[in-house]
């Protein structure tokens, strides 16, 4: 088993995340994903438009840009292609050339990424795991799986998908552990302006912490 560089393989796959002191956010009775962004008009996407899209299945392992793998999981939903190529391409203003693609979730995490990188043809609108419906400390009703790129790339609890023409500004570029804008495992983009060798040791410090905060507001352990 070939990991990228400077990840290692842990028991299981842990919830984690920057929202994580909360329990995971509740959800709506009749769950959709508004999608907005150079559209001829707004639309939505409902978990049974979405179950009508054709479907994929992926094994793949799981990075978090702290350094942790969790390995061989078994994810299903629909392919971005293709929900791209069916639901978006045929409703863009005439013109628009996107660029990248925002993502949000019910808790308000988001994050950005390429068209380019949304479009490889691992990344899905995951709705499953291992067999199971998502459950609420994995991401509960759909969320983004990219394993080509960073944890943090992987939204759950999507409650918003946005497209742009031109990068729109990352949140965190200021802050101290500003995350890279393709966040590529292989490539070990990890920080935007650090080389992510060097920012090893620090990131693997946050493991810990982190892990004892996001299973407190685990839906197991919390509740
Ligand atoms: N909505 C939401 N998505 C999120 C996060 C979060 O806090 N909220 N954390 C991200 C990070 S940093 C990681 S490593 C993965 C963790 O996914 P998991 O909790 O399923 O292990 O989710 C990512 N997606
Ligand atoms: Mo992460």
Request: charged fraction near 30%; hydrophobic fraction near 45%; charge should be positive.
């Given at each position: 088993m070939t990991l990228p560089p400077g990840q290692r393989a842990v028991e299981g796959f842990p919830r984690f995340?920057?929202?994580?002191h909360h329990p995971p956010p509740a959800i709506p009775a009749d769950p959709a994903i508004a999608i907005s962004g150079h559209l001829t008009e707004p639309l939505t996407l409902s978990l049974p438009d979405l179950a009508r899209l054709?479907?994929?299945e992926i094994r793949a392992d799981f990075h978090c840009v702290a350094g942790w793998s969790a390995t061989n999981l078994r994810w299903e939903g629909v392919p971005f292609a293709t929900f791209y190529?069916?639901?978006?391409e045929p409703?863009?203003?005439p013109?628009?050339?996107i660029s990248h693609v925002s993502f949000e979730g019910l808790d308000g995490f988001g994050s950005i990424v390429t068209l380019e990188d949304a479009l490889a043809d691992d990344?899905?609108?995951a709705d499953r795991l291992d067999g199971r419906p998502l459950d609420s400390d994995h991401g509960a009703p759909v969320r983004l799986v990219s394993p080509g790129q960073y944890g943090f790339i992987n939204t759950k609890h999507l409650c918003r998908i946005e497209f742009h023409t031109v990068a729109p500004p990352s949140p965190?570029?200021?802050s101290l552990i500003a995350s890279h804008a393709r966040a590529r495992v292989w490539a070990e983009e990890r920080h935007r302006y650090l080389p992510g060798r060097a920012v090893r040791p620090l990131y693997r410090s946050l493991i810990g912490p982190?892990?004892?905060l996001s299973a407190r507001g685990s839906r197991v352990r919390g509740r």
């Open positions: 995340g920057t929202h994580l054709p479907r994929r190529r069916t639901r978006i409703a863009l203003e013109g628009a050339a990344v899905l609108l965190d570029r200021f982190i892990r004892a």
